[in-house]
């Protein structure tokens, strides 16, 4: 079964400064990525997905990640952040050959200092 | 459009009452799902419903019944509410089977006593 792994549950990133959430898969073939941001109180927004092909891929908001097969890895990275892109943030995976739902990690808490 | 729709935003049930968590959505997918948010532990698939008819379970089923009442309604129903049921739920449709992209509503605060 797959699996996803966010190693900071808590992130503080100064206004204007770079940001890069971490996030590691575990699933034997190609899968299906995806990066969710969740403001206080609210649902989830998708910001960005990756299939195939280009292993950046743009978002929305400004966000961008980069797909590493070698590394297992999908970290969402954003050049330079606004306060309000403080949320909680959550990588996700699904697997091949069906719509059996997506398996998420346990997401990372995104501070912004001002 | 609305997008995905839950009803009710929040609820309190004492232990052993039984409610039903409403969800439509009004883009025509193929797919929906119920998933659970508890602190620290991030989302975590209850059941889900690839067509119209058809319903699986998820990660954490037990406790839960669901029914796909139509391709825009998916309901999830709790027949004896327990304390550990306490969580935000959340309900989200998707787009086709080879995509696994999935839009959520705004979700479900439930609180068991």
């Known amino acids: 079964a797959q699996s996803v792994t966010q190693p900071d549950i808590h992130i503080t990133v100064s206004e204007g400064a770079s940001l890069e959430l971490r996030c590691n898969y575990s699933?034997?073939?190609?899968?299906?990525l995806f990066w969710y941001v969740q403001s206080p109180g609210q649902g989830l927004q998708l910001l960005l997905k990756?299939?195939?092909?280009?292993?950046l891929v743009q978002g929305i908001k400004g966000f961008e990640a980069e797909f590493k097969r070698s590394q297992s890895s999908f970290n969402l990275r954003k050049p330079s952040v606004h306060w309000s892109d403080a949320a909680e943030y959550f990588c996700?995976?699904?697997?091949?050959?069906?719509?059996?739902?997506?398996?998420f990690g346990k997401g990372t808490h995104l501070i912004i200092q001002p | 459009n609305a997008g995905v729709t839950q009803t009710p935003k929040f609820q309190v049930l004492k232990t052993g009452q039984s409610m039903t968590l409403q969800c439509a959505q009004d883009?025509?997918?193929?797919?929906m799902y119920w998933y659970r948010q508890d602190p620290g532990m991030g989302l975590r698939l209850i059941y889900y419903?690839?067509?119209?008819?058809?319903?699986d379970k998820g990660e954490v089923p037990n406790g839960y019944n669901v029914s796909r009442l139509n391709k825009r309604e998916f309901s999830l129903r709790l027949e004896s509410a327990a304390p550990s049921q306490t969580s935000v739920y959340f309900c989200?449709?998707?787009?086709?089977?080879?995509?696994?992209?999935?839009?959520f509503g705004p979700g479900t605060r439930l609180t068991v006593t």
């Open positions: 989200a449709s998707g787009t086709t089977r080879s995509t696994y992209e999935q839009y």
């Open positions: 699933y034997g073939a190609t899968p299906y």
């Open positions: 990756y299939f195939s092909g280009d292993t």
């Open positions: 996700a995976v699904g697997a091949g050959g069906g719509a059996d739902g997506l398996t």
């Open positions: 883009m025509n997918h193929n797919s």
């Open positions: 419903s690839a067509s119209e008819g058809t319903t």
